[in-house]
């Protein structure tokens, strides 16, 4: 099966607000908790941030090891940069369709736990963080930025070193920062409304 960035299910709940939207609140929040939370959402996201580190790491090496005078390294540097174009494109589509079903469902959420008081509600607000669809995110997110956080002090680190691999090193813990905000972002967004279901939080989340 092809992989779409919204499933049909979720996609009407995109351009509608909560009380305009077709079926019950329940339906929507489990379309949208089922689009957003796919595993293929992140497994093809941290494929594509992959490629996109490697086609960055090889183009910048054959750029500072054999420069643009050989027509091999045009040619395999052209390739390189079309296949992390097409990984980029892909990435931004991932945080784009991911941003709008994330606060879509967000917005459900709040709307179904503005009553919550019980015990349960309590429990469950404070473990939401250890559901699969949540904890892998925050994972990837978390490693993601503790690599681009070690790369970027490589590539600024008081050492000898060629500048086209301190570049290519830069640009990768750059890329891996931005990607792990993007997810954390996200992830923050939907813990947040899913919060509200427990008083405590609503009050300090002002609601």
């Known amino acids: ?16 607000d909560v009380p305009s939207s077709p079926g019950p609140l329940s339906r929507q929040i489990a379309a949208l908790r ?4 796919r595993a293929s959402r992140l497994l093809l996201g941290t494929a594509a941030a992959l490629v996109l580190g490697i086609a960055i790491f090889v183009v910048c090496g054959l750029v500072g090891a054999i420069g643009l005078a050989s027509p091999f390294a045009v040619i395999a540097a052209l390739l390189f940069i079309a296949i992390g ?21 967000a917005d459900r959420l709040t709307a179904a736990h503005e009553g919550g008081d019980s015990l349960g509600d309590v429990i469950l607000a404070r473990t939401f963080v250890f559901e699969p669809f949540v904890f892998w995110r925050i994972a990837a997110a978390s490693i993601a930025l503790l690599f681009g956080i070690m790369l970027g002090s490589m590539a600024f680190a008081p050492t000898e070193g060629d500048a086209a691999v301190r570049i290519a090193v830069g640009a990768i813990g750059v890329l891996l920062i931005v990607v792990g905000c993007g997810v954390f972002g996200g992830v923050f967004r939907v813990n947040r409304a899913h919060a509200r279901r427990d008083p405590v939080q609503r009050r300090i989340l002002g609601g």
């Open 1 to 16: 099966m092809a992989f779409r960035l919204v499933l049909d299910d979720s996609r009407p709940l995109l351009d509608h």
């Open 34 to 37: 089922a689009d957003y939370g």
């Open 85 to 105: 174009a097409g990984a980029s494109w892909l990435l931004i589509s991932l945080h784009r369709s991911g941003r709008r079903l994330s606060i879509a469902l």
